[in-house]
């Protein structure tokens, strides 16, 4: 079983900076890719939730167009953890931020998601 577990979240006034991480942990496991979704406040859980950031196996990385220039995503393979530097953070930047992994362990490929973590920017 493979575990997802972000962290960095908090509340930073609007234009401040935040990193948050997503580290995997588990038993043998590889990481196809991992991006980073955003649900915002007012959203039902479970509702759709918004592509922020992925990067692949490959290092080949993607972003939405409101995060462009503005954040980055990153990984470190022998931590088995990705980071999104969030810069210039915007209000509209609020939600609760949620790891997902395209990974496979024990020859099976699956998705997992993280618990979430918290980011609020305040004006």
């Known amino acids: 079983q493979v575990q997802l577990v972000e962290s960095g979240g908090g509340l930073v006034q609007a234009g401040g900076s935040l990193r948050l991480s997503c580290a995997a942990s588990?038993?043998?496991?590889?990481?196809?890719?991992i991006k980073w979704y955003r649900q915002a406040p007012g959203q039902a859980p479970g509702k759709q939730r918004d592509?922020?950031?992925?990067?692949?196996?490959?290092?080949?990385?993607n972003y939405a167009d409101s995060v462009k220039g503005r954040f980055t995503i990153s990984r470190d393979n022998a931590k088995n953890t990705v980071y999104l530097q969030m810069n210039s953070l915007k209000p509209e930047d609020t939600g609760v931020y949620y790891c997902?992994?395209?990974?496979?362990?024990?020859?099976?490929?699956?998705?997992?998601w993280g618990q979430g973590t918290q980011v609020t920017v305040s004006s």
């Open positions: 997902f992994g395209l990974i496979t362990s024990g020859g099976l490929f699956r998705d997992y």
């Open positions: 588990g038993s043998t496991f590889s990481i196809n890719a």
């Open positions: 592509l922020v950031a992925g990067i692949t196996s490959g290092g080949s990385t």
